[in-house]
């Protein structure tokens, strides 16, 4: 069974930076497109960033163009989010999420491609 853990999460200002990780185990990264979706309280799950397979196709949020980053290592089974210059709207919890095949980041871009998620990690950005 395939499980996602993710890490790195805290308690940022306004204009700075956090990495956030995530580890599956159960499985091979190689056969998964990765996302992070974020959820405030009261509101939908929406993608922040998507990466296909091979890494070599991405997606982001308009949102967070320009300032996220999103890696994958396929060896190492890991995928990380690098946030910067960070706004306190970004604040949220952050999850993980695999969703099976090898299409183009695009395909990914909503929360039922995903067949597994993590638990989630707060980010909160003070102003």
């Known amino acids: 069974q395939v499980q996602l853990v993710e890490s790195g999460g805290g308690l940022v200002q306004a204009g700075g930076s956090l990495r956030l990780s995530c580890a599956l185990s159960g499985g091979h990264l190689n056969d998964y497109a990765m996302a992070w979706f974020r959820q405030d309280p009261g509101k939908e799950r929406e993608v922040t960033a998507v990466?296909?397979?091979?890494?070599?196709?991405?997606y982001y949020a308009d949102s967070v163009k320009g300032r996220f980053t999103i890696t994958r290592d396929n060896a190492e089974n890991t995928v990380s989010l690098e946030m910067n210059n960070q706004k306190p709207e970004d604040t949220a919890i952050y999850f993980c999420a695999a969703g099976p095949g090898y299409r183009s980041a695009d395909y990914y871009t909503t929360a039922g491609r995903y067949d597994y998620w993590g638990q989630g990690t707060q980010v909160t950005v003070s102003s």
């Open positions: 990466v296909n397979w091979n890494g070599l196709t991405s």
